[in-house]
């Protein structure tokens, strides 16, 4: 892997101070920073070959559509789908989710059948669920987690009926930062024929993601938590099931044939995307994913999992603070809270130290809530992050605390 403080300075906003101190960036989890070959492929797109994809004959659109349908590529290899068409750009994980939950309730879920989620869901992957079954009249279950944070896998089990129609769980909590066991659980589904979507917002930046290995039937991510743009994201779906889906939304470029009696639609993957889509993100997306690749996906959780572990540690020596989240397998991320000190009272001088961390229920109440508590201060690490920042991290939660004692 590149020197740590090359690939610091890939990133322009490392560089800058905030309240006249050097930026400490703890707030991956709610999206990362951008290195400069995402900015400047953002940038490249308006100054070079802008045109709408798919829409016309002339150059700039035929420049603009070759390298949205390489992004589309770029995504597959990288999440080692079997097929182009297999992928769908939306506007985000929670689009995707929202997408899957629509079109897989209108055709495959009637009243009294039943959807699985988690404890541990972030709010995306909870609410277009219950939206959906308040529309179908079928019954949201929930799988419970431990005190640790982990998923009850017996639980699970229990909960799989012959009324059961998917299952959506994520892959890494982005609250307490537990791996989730995707794998496992998508086994036990289909072994009673039963798909399953993986919420991948926190598991696509952490390490290799294989949606072949994983088995999974959807996965869902947002480019802006794996270095690219915001309003991007993708929307993974086996061919045999997107091609049974009825569309989410209706517009330009996802049909076929239009009349007013009736309309045809396009083909995979066209027939997911209606309207002009977000083809500058896409592509530089698509950037981003080969930066995340020339840096070594094993090489990056290797070194996250190094900060993690020196986090964790330091962290626990501080005294009244205690994690929420001990979950053996974790991606860098670690909620706490200090001793008779709220959270957000934390965060706010934490910031004024220009230490950028998260405070709040992190979009996952049911999680807050399952401890009885009404939010955290969560630092979400990124492979750019380094120890001595984790020293100065500690060194401020000591002067949080000194001044709470006054
Ligand atoms: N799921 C999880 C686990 C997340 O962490 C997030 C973002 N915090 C989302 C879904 C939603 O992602 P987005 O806001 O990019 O759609």
Redesign the pocket.
Known sequence: MKDISEIRSDFPILGRQVYGKPLIYFDN??TTQKPKCVIDTYSRIFTEFNGNVHRGVHAMSDLTSEAYENAREKVRSFINATKKEEIIFT?????S?NCVAFSFGERFVKPGDEIIISEL??H??IVPWQMMCQRKGAVLKIIPIDDNGEICFDEFLKLLTPRTRLVAI?Q???SLGTVVPVKKITDAAHSENIPVLV?G??GIQHGIVDVQELQCDFY?F?G??IYGPTGI?VLYGKEEWMNELPPYRGGGDMVEKVTFEKTTYQNLPYKFEAGTVNYAGAIAMAEALDYVLGLGREDIAEREKTLLDYATRQLISVKGLKIYGNAENKIPVVSFLLDGIHQYDTGIILDKMGIAVRTGT??AQPVMDHFGIDGTVRVSMSFYNTFSEIDTLVEGLGKVIAMFKK
């Open positions: 989890g709610a506007s985000g994980t929670t689009d989710i869901e972030h995306s992957n994520s890494a909590s982005n919420d917002a926190q869902a947002s802006h938590k994201g992190h979009c």
